[in-house]
């Protein structure tokens, strides 16, 4: 069966950075692309970027262009997500999902924490 | 890109029906048919509900449908359970690569 397993919680400081991994299995990793979608608590969810599994090709929302770098490992069949120049606000809970169709995610990661403070 | 509009509360009594209204523009809804709903309990990774405006995944029940009319879709939850209680986003493709989320609603049933 499909299976998106991210990293642990994370604790940072402001101004430093975060890589969160989601480790894909029961597919085939380079079929479908992966986006990230964070959710601040008590927030909605919000869609940071996408990559294309196969061709390692990205797309970033304006609202994180500059700031986040999505990358994948085909060999370990897994996608990453890196956030720099931390903030408060960027303390959320921070999801991978497999692409189904344009615009929609079938599976979801468990979800990674991360808690930006000094 | 803006939010997709979605009302912050809705209820309904178990068994009767809830409609539940998400709203965007010509650039994400009314431009293209890849309106998604997701479930989200408390504490839970969103779940897949429809796709594709009206297209259920394998395993959710048919009280759940969804449809659209121009830049407003809509899902509906007929004979609702205790289980439904969640909440409930929408989102839509943006074009080139991009998905916009709406603000959630609450559903609560009675």
């Known amino acids: 069966q499909v299976q998106l397993v991210q990293s642990g919680a994370e604790v940072k400081k402001p101004g430093a950075s975060v890589k969160i991994s989601c480790k894909a299995s029961?597919?085939?990793?380079?079929?479908?692309?992966f986006h990230w979608v964070r959710q601040a608590p008590g927030q909605r969810l919000e869609s940071m970027g996408w990559?294309?599994?196969?061709?390692?090709?990205?797309k970033y929302s304006q609202e994180f262009q500059g700031r986040v770098t999505i990358t994948r490992d085909t060999s370990a069949s897994t996608a990453y997500m890196e956030l720099s120049s931390l903030r408060s606000e960027d303390t959320a809970v921070y999801y991978c999902?497999?692409?189904?169709?344009?615009?929609?995610?079938?599976?979801w990661g468990q979800g990674t924490l991360v808690t930006v403070s000094s | 890109q803006s939010a997709l509009t979605q009302p912050p509360s809705a209820s309904g009594s178990a068994g009767q029906s809830v409609t539940i209204s998400c709203t965007g523009t010509s650039s994400d809804v009314g431009g293209y048919n890849y309106v998604s709903w997701y479930q989200q309990h408390p504490g839970k990774a969103p779940k897949l509900m429809i796709y594709?405006?009206?297209q259920r995944p394998s395993g959710v029940p048919d009280r759940f449908s969804g449809s659209k009319s121009g830049n407003t879709a809509s899902l509906t939850v007929s004979g609702l359970q205790a289980e439904d209680e969640a909440d409930y986003y929408c989102s839509s493709y943006a074009g080139f690569n991009t998905v916009v989320f709406g603000g959630g609603t609450k559903l609560t049933v009675l």
């Open positions: 029961g597919y085939t990793f380079a079929s479908h692309g």
């Open positions: 594709e405006v009206n």
């Open positions: 999902a497999r692409d189904l169709s344009w615009g929609s995610f079938d599976h």
């Open positions: 990559i294309n599994a196969g061709s390692g090709y990205t």
